[in-house]
């Protein structure tokens, strides 16, 4: 794993370390608006919660306590990662370099019809 800056609560992991964690089980938060999700696509079994919606209500979101979080470029969801982490979770994944990296790297994408 990439490892924690230090003071924050969550790790920060490559796009190919997130993969490995999403085939583990990790459940992936979209924190991006929906019209970010239909230009640039999203990942497969992805729970879309953009980040003023998840940001009120975090648990309504999160299944379990191992989750990884995915924006654009990685800023959004560090916020969230924080905001879930102040609500009790311990495992956290901010996918550096965000749908941006993930696609770069050629790793699957979905578009989907409507968000």
Not at 14 to 23: R, T, Y
Not at 44 to 51: H, I, K, S, Y
Request: proline share 6%.
């Amino acid at each position: 794993m990439a490892g924690n800056v230090a003071g924050e609560p969550f790790q920060r992991v490559s796009v190919q370390q997130a993969k490995e964690l999403i085939d583990q089980g990790v459940q992936v938060v979209d924190v991006r608006e929906p019209k970010e999700q239909l230009q640039d696509g999203r990942l497969p079994n992805t729970t879309l919660a953009p980040l003023n919606t998840f940001l009120m209500n975090p648990r309504q979101h999160l299944q379990g306590d191992s989750v990884a979080f995915l924006c654009k470029v990685g800023a959004r969801s560090a916020i969230a990662c924080e905001m879930a982490a102040a609500v009790g979770l311990t495992k956290l994944y901010n996918i550096e370099g965000g749908i941006e990296a993930w696609k770069k790297a050629g790793l699957p994408v979905e578009f989907p019809e409507k968000v």
